[in-house]
């Protein structure tokens, strides 16, 4: 199969200067010249303002559907929008910048609000979590000032371990993350992003 579809996540709040979208863009372009026909769907879900899970929302995310009501509908009209977008897609491309040792908010909202009981994921009768959000292929863009690979930065890296566990928990375990690291870092710094670049491989 020569095309996909890919959704590109931007997750940054440094616009064309960001990092993590530049690596995003290496992997995109690396995806389209193995699969030359593809299609891309962006969403910065910081320009989009991606808001957060509010009272309403939840309580219509666990309102079985057969009790929508128009007000319902409307609440859950963002996360229907974000799911199909989801579903629809062969490969997702998150960029993902560490700040202050984790994800931007704008990235949490958009991960609760595809993350739906019955329809992103469920239990089955022994209580075992299942992901329902099979068959995709995931790579990560993260940037970081510091390095946060070697054994002293791992345990202060909630960036890479958080997506991996809550993106496979929905079902996407097919995960790869490409690092831009030690943008800070005065002696790797200017060599940081194109050794980010160099290492992407898509399989």
């Known amino acids: 199969m020569n095309s996909k579809r890919i959704l590109q996540i931007n997750s940054s709040i440094m616009g064309e200067k960001s ?30 303002n991606i808001p ?19 007000e319902i509908k409307q609440a859950l009209q963002l996360s229907g929008k ?12 998150i ?3 560490l700040i202050n040792r984790t994800i931007h908010s ?11 009981r019955g329809i992103t994921f469920g239990y089955n009768s022994a209580g075992i979590p299942i992901g329902f959000v099979s068959g995709k292929k995931v790579y990560v863009a993260m940037s970081s000032g510091g390095i946060y690979t070697d054994e002293q930065g791992k345990e202060h890296d909630f960036v890479a371990p958080y997506l991996k566990s809550f993106l496979g928990f929905l079902g996407m375990t097919d995960f790869t993350v490409f690092r831009a690291e030690g943008l800070h870092v005065p002696i790797i710094q200017d060599t940081a992003l194109e050794k980010g670049i160099n290492s992407i491989v898509i399989d």
């Open 19 to 48: 990092y993590s979208k530049r690596l995003g863009n290496a992997i995109v372009e690396k995806i389209k010249e193995k699969y030359p026909n593809s299609i891309l769907e962006q969403l910065d879900v910081v320009e989009r």
């Open 106 to 116: 704008s990235l949490k909202a958009w991960i609760d609000h595809i993350t739906r």
């Open 95 to 97: 960029g993902a910048p």
């Open 82 to 93: 974000l799911l199909k977008q989801l579903f629809d897609c062969d490969i997702l491309v």
């Open 52 to 70: 957060h899970l509010t009272p309403e929302t939840l309580n219509a995310m666990f309102t079985p559907e057969e009790e929508h009501t128009d």
